[in-house]
Structures are given as C-alpha cells and as structure tokens.
C-alpha cells in the first residue's frame, strides 16, 4: 500500500496565514490507492493520525453516508417541492420556471439575511466571492456592501452557513428568488428587500420563508415519500455496503444514528441490503448493526439529548416510556444521545470512530463534545480530486505568479523608494483564479478559491480526523491500518532550507525514510517527520 504526505512549501497569500498547499512539491505516502484502479478518489486522507486497530466502534449516520442520494436527480426533486411550498404560501407562481443547475451551488456558503448575498468567504470571514441572484459582484459594489470585504461570522441572526448537502437546493433557491424579485419590475429593489405597494418583503424574511418551506419538506415526509417511490432512480444502491459492515462487524461494534424516523430508515436501509429479491435466507439489515438509534435530533444528540425509548418495529411507534435497560440485540431504540450511546456499547469517546457527512451536526459536535474520533464524507471530493488533477498546470501558473510577486520585492528594503507596479500581476492573479474557480462551477471549490482555503475546508482540516468521498475507501485498508497525519509546517519553517547531505548527516533521514523522501528543487526539509510513536499515541491537538 502506497502512503502520501504532502508537505506546504515555498509560498503563501499575504491575506492567508495558512501556507499553500502543493501536493506535488515533496511527497512521503500516507493514504493509499484504489487497486481498481479509481486513484486517488478512493483513497482516505488524514488531518490527524489514528491507529485503525485502536478502534472498538464505528458509528454511522445514514443519509448522504450509508445511503447516498443521486445527484443531481434528488436535488432536482427538493427543489421542486421547495417551489411549491412557496406558491402554495403566496410566493408568485413564476418562480416555478426556475429549474434545478448543478453547477451553480456549492456547500458551504454563507447567505447573508440583511443584503440578499450569498457569500464564500475564509475561516476569518474574509470575502472570497459575492453574487446577488446569479450576478457576481466586483470591487466598489463588494465595498459598498462590505467596507472591509470582511463579515462578522458570529452574527448568526444575519449570516447563516448553508454546510450540508441538503442545503444545496435551499442556497441554490436563495439565488433563484433574489434573481426573480431583482428583475421582476411589480416590484421596487431596496437595499435590504423589495417593496410591492404597501408591502415590503426584506431578505430577511425570504430567508425565514425558505427555511421554513425546508422544514416542511422534510417534516411533512412529502420528500421522504417521493423518495421511497422510485428507490432506483434517487437512491444509490452498492453491494459494498453490507460487505464492508460485515467485516467491521468483525472488527468491532457498529452502530447506526439517524434523525430520520424509523419508517424512513427501514425502507432505505432493507433497499440497501436487498439485492436478491428470491433468497428467502436474506440477511436483516438490523443485523448488521449492535444498536440502531433513530430519530437522534442531532446536534442535540451529542448534547443533552432527548428521552431513549423502544421502537416497535412492526408498527413503527415508539413504546411508552424511557427504555433503562441494557442493550438488546437487533432492537431499534428512539432519541436518547451519545452519553446513551456509549453505555450501552461500553465504549468511550476515542474508542469510537463516527462517519458522518454534516461537518456541524456530525463531525464538530461529536469532536468537540465527546471526543469521539471522527470521518467527514465528501461527496464531492471525487469532482474536485478529478479538476485538481486535470487543471494541475492552472495552479502552477497561480504559483509562478505568487512567486513573481515576491520577487518584485526581492531586492527591496524599508529604505527603498521605490514602489514595483504590481497592478499588472494583481490582474493575472485575478484572472487565472476565476479561471481556476470556474473549473469547479460557478461558485468555485468547496475548498478554496485560487491559493486561499475556504471557510469548510478549515473546518474540514480542523475537525475531522479523516476524511474521503465515500466510506466504502475502507474496503481498501486492512484494520490494523496506522493513519498517518502530514506533517504540517509553519510559514517560517517552510522557508528554511536543509540541503540533502545536512539531512543524513543529522541522522534524520537514515534508510527506510531517506529512500520515501522525494526532492524537488533545492527546498529541502529538515525536522518534518514525526516520531512514530505520536501516531501511536493518537495525539488530537
């Protein structure tokens, strides 16, 4: 199995305090390839190290986890349903004409509830990209709006992170709406909304409106019901699924946590383990599980949580009062939260590996609260990974400039005069990050925007300990497998370079080691590995 580490080197944005990433500049392999053939889609990449052995449980989530949901048929179908709570409300029915657009959303997003924009901005809250509707702002409008290019994001009464991959059809909606109304001339543009008449609509109450037709769909069960009708076409069906869980079933306790009802989780669940309708020794679902917990209310689950009660799994109803006893095999039990959870199992907060997809609900809660080690699923990491090998030479052409910039000042000290025009470089800089970005869709990465990380992709870095597109990659790793984190540099330790010879002759790279390390250019490191025994200590700071 091939391991890849991939070291921050040479440059960074004045703006970014976190180095640029270049994968390519000095690798020592961490993660590993997907015999088949898939590459790098189907590899896992660590933030920090964790010994697969040391692992009594892995815990799951079930939408856009277990069950992935197909793109972009499901979002189509939300979206629709969404349109139709808003005319059913009041909204004007020519808004019906808007159709779902893949390329346009990207999660992550801020919406900000005051002007109508949607916002991707860095884990500071600098801005990185402004539309209003399907119109991108420039310079002096950005200004107008936001005289620092800089939002408070602990304003969370005006800006509002759109993070799941449930949210993509509510962000994409925003656009759609302040689209509509900007262009519709029965209404009159103001700073903050629209006025009609006597009737003023803010975005405010657009935002209000849009999360509530999103509760409605998903509370109402009208998504979940379109769903359970045409399994096949919004459903991804594999037959990994059950093999993977069988051999982790081998390899420690599984358990699955769900805010969807039991109803839902059944039919979803039986759809997945289904794949020959005339074996009649056709392995329950439930079977493949210790505990099966529904209805979690997540975050809350990993907070205080809700009354733990029995499922009748014939009927579907909850049984009356709190369930204290212990944990009974196959038995679907209802709320109840993470403290629950690990008495029941007997497990404690790093024995227990979570997969989930919500970086908030799943990932942040359960680190932050529990402990708990933690996998972040990333769809769209497969696209990304796609695009940022592809367009590799767009990238470069971003770092030759970055790198031309510095240069200009080279020589140049607190007594010089004069001032380098750098206006021309400032365009190209401009111009090759938009082109980069458009690579991706029309909001750019999930992950960055030219040389700066996005707001997600912190959080990604910061609280999840692995992470990949699927968390059927586990296929490919045996589970005594040791996770090793990149070595991660600071920006000053990124500039100081340790020639070949200096590194054997300190001892630091010495056989195995010196042979894994590959060197480009003169930029050598010294001092970057970690001691094994780190890994082994599965260190989270």
């Known amino acids: 199995m091939e391991q890849t580490y991939s070291f921050a080197l040479l440059t960074r944005s004045p703006s970014d305090p976190l180095p640029l990433q270049i994968r390519a500049k000095c690798e020592v392999k961490t993660s590993s390839t997907h015999p088949g053939g898939e590459g790098k889609s ?52 020519e808004i019906l004409k808007y159709q779902y657009d893949p390329t346009f959303p990207t999660r992550g997003l801020v919406f900000d509830a005051q002007y109508g924009n949607l916002l991707k901005v860095d884990s500071h809250g600098n801005l990185l990209v402004c539309a209003h509707g399907f119109r991108f702002l420039k310079g002096a409008e950005i200004w107008n709006y936001y005289p620092n290019k800089f939002i408070q994001r602990d304003d969370m009464k005006r800006f509002h992170i759109l993070n799941t991959l449930f949210n993509l059809t ?50 109402s069960g009208c998504l979940k019901e379109k769903t359970l009708q045409n399994l096949e076409k919004f459903v991804v069906k594999d037959p990994r699924v059950p093999l993977l869980l069988s051999r982790m079933k081998e390899a420690g306790k599984v358990f699955l946590a769900t805010n969807s009802d039991y109803n839902y989780t059944d039919a979803i669940m039986t759809y997945l383990f289904t794949f020959d309708p005339g ?68 497990v404690k907060g790093k024995d227990i590996l ?23 699923v990333v769809p769209e990491l497969a696209r990304e990974l796609h695009v940022w090998t592809e367009k590799s030479e767009i990238f470069e052409e971003l770092r030759s400039l970055d790198v031309l910039l510095a240069e200009l000042y080279q020589p140049l000290d607190s007594g010089s005069s004069e001032r380098p ?21 029309k909001m750019g990465s999930l992950f960055r925007c030219g040389s700066r990380q ?6 990604l870095m910061r609280y999840a300990d692995l992470y990949a597109a699927s968390f059927l990659n586990f296929l490919y790793y045996p589970f005594s497998y040791l996770f090793r984190a990149p070595p991660v540099l600071m ?16 001892g630091l790279l010495t056989g195995h080691r010196l042979h894994q390390l590959s060197f480009h250019g003169h930029q050598n490191l010294r001092g970057i590995f970690q001691d094994t025994d780190e890994a082994e200590n599965d260190d989270d700071d």
């Open 42 to 93: 189907a590899e896992i990449f660590v933030n920090r190290s964790l010994a697969l052995e040391k692992i009594r449980c892995f815990g799951f989530d079930m939408d856009y986890t277990l069950a992935m949901y197909k793109s972009p048929d499901y979002e189509e179908l939300a979206f629709e349903l969404l349109l139709d709570r808003l005319v059913s409300i009041g909204y004007p029915h």
């Open 170 to 219: 509510e962000t994409y909606l925003y656009a759609c709406l302040v689209d509509f109304f900007t262009n519709c001339s029965r209404y009159v543009n103001c700073d903050t909304g629209y006025k009609h008449g006597n009737l003023f609509m803010s975005f405010r109450s657009i935002f209000q409106d849009v999360r509530e037709a999103m509760d409605h769909v998903h509370l």
């Open 279 to 346: 074996d009649k020794v056709q392995r329950p679902w439930r079977s493949y599980f210790d505990l099966i917990v529904v209805d979690t209310r997540k975050p809350l689950f990993f907070a205080e949580g809700t009354v733990l009660r029995q499922v009748n799994t014939d009927t579907g109803k909850l049984r009356i009062g709190t369930y204290t006893g212990p944990l009974q095999h196959c038995t679907v039990y209802s709320g109840g939260s993470s403290d629950m959870v690990c008495d029941l199992l007997g």
């Open 354 to 376: 979570y997969i989930g997809d919500h970086i908030f609900g799943d990932i942040l809660k359960s680190k932050k609260r529990q402990g708990w080690r933690t996998f972040l």
């Open 421 to 441: 025009d750098i206006s021309s470089i400032k365009r190209q800089i401009q111009n090759v990050t938009h082109k980069m970005d458009m690579c991706y869709g």
């Open 454 to 459: 996005t707001l997600f992709a912190n959080q």
């Open 491 to 506: 920006p000053h330790e990124s500039t100081v370079e340790h020639m070949h010879l200096e590194l054997r002759e300190s």
